[in-house]
C-alpha cells in the first residue's frame, strides 16, 4: 500500500516513523512547504512527546510542495493529513475525491458542518476516512477501556488531565481560528475517551482554571456517573502531562507519568507503540475496505461537537447544560 504523507511537522514525522516499521506499507509521497523538511532533515520539529525525530532519505519519494500535487498523484492509495486544523475539511475532501482513503490528524475540523461534509465525501466516494484519535491504540488506555468495561455498573467518576505549556514550536497552535484553542486541539483526546468510554453525556458544564487557555469540564451520565477533563495551555514552562483516574467504590485506576495503578500497585501492559497500532489499523481497514469501528469518523465528529459545547459552557461560567449534540 502506497501513502502520502501531508504536513512534516511533529505529528507528520511521527508518522513518517511509524509507517517506516509496518510490512507492506510504502510512503511514496510527502508534501512540505519547508524545503529542508522535503529534503529528509525533520531534526527540528517541535512537539510536546518526547519522540525521536531524525534525518530521511527521500530519494526514492516523490515530494511536493503543493498539497493538491500530492492529492492528485495517481500511484498513491491514502493520504495521511498532518496539516493545521483549518486545513482538515478541504484537503480531505479534495483526497476522497481523488479516490484516495483518508487518515487525517485530530481534531476532525472546527465546525460540526464540516466533520459531517467530510462524513458524506467518504460515504459517497467509497473510501475509508479514519481521524488519527490515538488514545484509542494507547496500551494505558486500553486498560481503561478495559476497567470500565468490566465495572460498568459501578463507576463513580473519571477524570482525565492533560496540559502543558502555550506552544512554542507552533505559530498557528495559538491561533484560535485555526486551531480552535486548547479545549478542541489539545484535550479532544480526553473528550473522545469520554464518548468512546461512556458515549454522548446528558449535561455539561465547564469553568476556566487559569487566565490562558484552560478548562475544568464535568459530563454527567445517567446513573450518577461523572466524566471530568481538565487540563488546556498553560504559561511558558509548564511541563506536558496526562493523566486519568477512574473510580469505583472498591477500585481506583491511576495513569501518571510514574505509570499505571490499580489500588496502588503497578499494572503491566502493552510496550506496543500507539501511533504505530494506529497507523496498522487504518492500513488494515484500506486494505480490506472495511469500516474503521474501532475508530468511525462519527464518533471523532462527536468529539468536535462536544468540544465546541464545552467551550460555550466555560463561557457561561459554570451553567449546566442539556448536551444536545
Known sequence: MKVGIIGLGFMGATHLGAFSKLNGVEVAAVCARNPRALAGDLSQVGGNLNRETGTYDFSAVHKYSDWRELVADPALDAVDICLPTDAH?????AALAAGKHVLCEKPMALTKEDCGRMISAAEEHRRILMIAQVLRFWPEYQYLEQFVKNE?????????SRRGEMPPWSGWLTDESRSGGAVLDLLVHDIDQAIFLFG???????????????????????????????????????????????????????????????????VEVSAADAYETQLAYFVECCEQNKQPERCLPQDSAKAVALALLLQHARSLGGKQLRCEI
Request: overall charge negative; proline content about 6%; aromatic content about 8%.
Open 89 to 93: 475539511t478541504e484537503v480531505s475532501l
Open 152 to 160: 460498568r455498573n459501578s463507576i463513580a467518576s473519571v477524570t482525565f
Open 200 to 266: 454522548v453525556p446528558e449535561q455539561v458544564s465547564a469553568r476556566s482554571l487559569g487566565e490562558i487557555d484552560t478548562i475544568r469540564a464535568t459530563l454527567q451520565y445517567p446513573g450518577n456517573t461523572e466524566v471530568h477533563i481538565e487540563g488546556g495551555w498553560f504559561p511558558a514552562g509548564t511541563p506536558f502531562s496526562m493523566a486519568f483516574t477512574a473510580r469505583t467504590p472498591e477500585r481506583e485506576l491511576d495513569f501518571t507519568a510514574g505509570g499505571l495503578r490499580l489500588n496502588a500497585g503497578a
